[in-house]
């Protein structure tokens, strides 16, 4: 079970709204909001706070912590980051965090990967993921700003609190983080353009497969319509009746029998041809004997349908 916090500034209690920097400076001289051995006075803004880069850093694939008071951890173009807050934050009950990021990380093409709330009542330093979107290393620096924190009051506090993390209450990576990291894939940024290129090419390739299939696939299977069309209409069931009510009982068939493929794709094969004769002469539609229309049983058919042979289905031995 969660231990529950006094409240920030109880007297004023049901009032919400985010603390101004004076606010915050009283918050903190109780002991709230950012403990007192990692608050920097020139971190305070008039309604927000910097966060700073803490002394762990970690990178991804690697999963060795770094310690950024000796060494800046090295950013690679497109590699993956893990990154602890200096300050160590320890929010009251009706008080939540809103996180912000910093423009000049932006613009060296780093992301910050983070939620954007801290929830009331957690206790410990950030956790904070970093990736860098740029073609050029990036040096993230022990004491470098990295993001800004909005510290909002509650009207009153939740009734859940979030658990706080024991590793990161003292300034360390949870065990699981770190093995995530080090078993993150990384591609350098060469790879990453190769596999966009690759993308491009298939994507191109596609549209082109697409194009053939448009004007030249289509208007075959238009004529295919237009065949099984003619052939109904000359028969003696058509006598008498409608050109729409024929195409409607042809549009029929031929989805049926398209169905059975189960495939978004029409098969452009003279053997579904064959099957739709074939249902339409089982229904009467089309005069016996059909001898000539059994097809073969090719691959596709076999591979296609859910049956096994023409015969098992369709009698045009009358």
Known sequence: ??????????????????????EIQDAIERNWLISKETF??????????????????????????????????ELGPGAYGGIISYEKLWLPDNVCARIGSKRALSYEGVILLTGTTVDPGYEGHLLFGVYNASQRKVLIRFNKKLCNIVFERLGKPPERLAPSDPSLKVGNFPDAFL?????????????????????????????????????????????????VFAMVR??????????????????RHM????????????????????????????????????????????????????????????????
């Open 40 to 73: 920097q006075q020139s971190s305070l803004e008039a309604s927000s706070y910097d966060i700073r880069v803490g002394t762990k850093g970690v990178i991804g694939g690697d999963g060795v912590e770094i310690d950024l008071r000796k060494d800046a951890m």
């Open 234 to 251: 000359s028969s003696p069931w058509s006598k008498g009746k409608r050109p729409n009510d024929i195409a409607e009982v042809v549009s």
């Open 255 to 318: 989805d049926a029998e398209i169905a059975l493929l189960g495939r978004e794709r029409i098969p452009l094969s003279i053997s579904l041809l064959q099957f739709v004769f074939g249902a339409l002469c089982k229904d009467g539609v089309i005069a016996v004997p059909l001898d000539r229309y059994c097809p073969l049983i090719t691959p596709e058919l076999e591979i296609l349908y859910p049956v096994k042979a023409f015969k098992l289905r369709f009698d045009f031995s009358t």
């Open 179 to 227: 093995d995530r990291m080090a078993n993150m894939e990384v591609l350098p940024w060469m790879q990453i353009s190769e596999r966009v290129k690759q993308i491009e090419t298939i994507t191109k390739d596609i549209l082109d497969l697409k194009a053939r299939y448009d004007d030249v696939l289509q208007p075959i299977w238009s004529r295919f319509g237009d065949n």
């Open 1 to 22: 079970m969660v231990e529950r916090q006094p409240l920030l500034f109880p007297e004023n209690a049901g009032v919400s709204g985010i603390l101004v920097d004076k």
